[in-house]
Nanobody, 120 residues
Framework: QVQLVESGGGLVQVGGSLRLSCVASGSIFNSNTMGWYRQAPGKQRELVASISRGGITNYADSMGGRFTISRDNAKRTVYLQMDSLKPEDTAVYYC??????????????WGQGTQVTVSS
């Protein structure tokens, strides 16, 4: 059974930093592209960043170079370092794994989400 468990969210002031972690269990991770998405209230879920098995990264333009995604395959963990946080970064952040999910018949696995709140 595949499971993605996020941690590291919380309340931070403008300009601060947070590091999110996502640990994967089950038959996924080392051969899969992993990513982080976020969803703010009243908005659609959007891609923040992704990283391939080999470490090739992709970032949404709107992140402005403030976020860094990385992975540790030995620990089955993907990270999102978030710096210079802004109030508009407030959202629930979700870990994502790209792979066939027979339960949903999609190529998506999702974590439960972790709340990030940036106060001004």
């Amino acid at each position: 059974q595949v499971q993605l468990v996020e941690s590291g969210g919380g309340l931070v002031q403008v300009g601060g930093s947070l590091r999110l972690s996502c640990v994967a269990s089950g038959s996924i991770f080392n051969s899969n592209t992993m990513g982080w998405y976020r969803q703010a209230p009243g908005k659609q879920r959007e891609l923040v960043a992704s990283i391939s098995r080999g470490g090739i990264t992709n970032y949404a333009d709107s992140m402005g170079g403030r976020f860094t995604i990385s992975r540790d395959n030995a620990k089955r963990t993907v990270y999102l370092q978030m710096d210079s946080l802004k109030p508009e970064d407030t959202a629930v952040y979700y870990c994502h794994a790209l792979g066939w999910n027979p339960a949903t018949r999609t190529y998506d696995y999702w974590g439960q989400g972790t709340q990030v709140t940036v106060s001004s």
